[in-house]
C-alpha cells in the first residue's frame, strides 16, 4: 500500500506537466496566451492614454486644483483657465441630442422590427446604416446651411412666441448655439439608436409575442407591453452608446455651436463643448501652462465618459436584476 501511495505523489507533476505540453503541442495554450495579450492590451492602451493625459496636465492641476472644474474664466492672455464653460456645453449639447434622438430613434427601431414588411425594414436599415458611416464634417455642413438658418428663422420664433417666458427659449438667436449643435448630434447619433435597438427588438423570442397575441392583445400592445420591455435593457444600451457617441462628437459640434465660452441658459446662445476647444486651440497654444489646460480638458473628457458609461453600467446591471428577479 505505502508503495502504491508513493507512486500515485510521484506520478501527479509528470501527468500534469505531460497535460501542459500536450496542450502547447496541440496550440491550446499558445492561443490561450495569444489572446489573453489581446485582452490585455485593451487595458494597457487605456492606462497608457490616462497615464499620458495625467502627466502632460501638472501644471494647471497644482495651479488651479480643482478649481478648474467650477470657474468660468478662460483667458489665455492672463493664464487663467477653466473647465465649467466647455463641461456645460457638452452636456447641454449631449441632453438635448438625446432629447430628439431617443423618441426618434426607438420609434423607428420598433417600426422596423415589428410593423414594417421585411423588405421594407431590411431596405431602409440599409440607408441607415449608411448614415451612420457618414463622416461627421458632412453633417457640420448639413448643420451650416440646412440647421442654422431653420433654426434662425423657423424655430426660433415659433419658440420664442410660444415659450418665450422660459428661460432657455429666451434671448437672441443667431442660428448657431446649443440647440443647433443639438439637433445635428441628433442626427448623427439616431442610426446607432435605430440599428441597435432593432436588433435587440428583432432577438425577442417569438414565443414572447405568440403568447401575447393569443390571449386577445393586438399587435401593437403585444409590441409596446411585452416586446419592448423585455428588450429594455438592450435599447438602453443603445441610448447609452449614443450618448457615448454625442459626448465626443468634435468636428460636427465645432461648426455650428458658436465657440464661445460662456455659460448661457437659452438653448440659442452659442456656446463651447470640450472637444470643440480642444480642436480649434490645441495648434494655437502658446505656453506650457495653456497647452496642458487643454491637455487637461481631454482628461476631463475621459473621465466624464468613463462616469457616465460606469453608472450606464450600474444602471443595465439593476434593471437586469429586476427583470430576471435578482434582488440587488
Known sequence: MATASTTLKGAGPASGSRAFFERIRNGDEIARLITLVFAASVVLITAAVVWELWINSALPRHKFGLHFFFTETWDPITDDFGALPFIYGTLVTSAVSLFIAIPLGIGAAIFLA?????????????????????????????????????????????????????????????????????????????????????????????????????????????????????????????????????????????????????????????????????????????GDLYLQALIELGLVLFLLTFIINGLARILIIVTTQKGSGVSA
Open 114 to 286: 415589428e410593423l414594417a414588411p421585411p423588405r421594407v425594414s431590411d431596405t431602409l436599415q440599409f440607408f441607415i446604416d449608411l448614415l451612420a458611416a457618414v463622416p461627421s464634417v458632412i453633417y457640420g455642413l448639413l448643420g451650416i446651411f440646412i440647421i442654422v438658418p431653420l433654426v434662425r428663422d423657423v424655430i426660433y420664433p415659433i419658440l420664442n412666441r410660444s415659450l418665450g417666458f422660459l428661460a432657455i427659449f429666451k434671448g437672441p438667436s443667431y442660428g448657431v448655439g446649443f440647440i443647433t449643435a443639438g439637433i445635428v448630434m441628433a442626427i448623427m447619433v439616431i442610426p446607432y439608436i435605430i440599428s441597435v435597438s432593432r436588433e435587440v427588438l428583432l432577438s425577442v423570442p417569438r414565443d414572447q409575442r405568440e403568447a401575447a397575441l393569443a390571449l386577445g392583445a393586438t399587435r401593437w400592445e403585444s409590441t409596446w407591453k411585452v416586446v419592448v420591455p423585455f428588450a429594455k435593457t438592450g435599447i438602453m444600451g443603445s441610448i447609452f452608446l449614443a450618448l457615448a457617441r454625442a459626448l465626443g462628437e468634435t468636428m460636427a459640434v465645432t461648426m455650428v455651436i458658436g465657440n464661445t465660452p460662456k455659460i448661457a441658459a437659452s438653448l440659442f446662445a452659442p456656446g463651447y463643448s470640450i472637444a470643440a476647444v480642444i480642436a480649434n486651440e490645441f495648434t494655437e497654444a502658446t
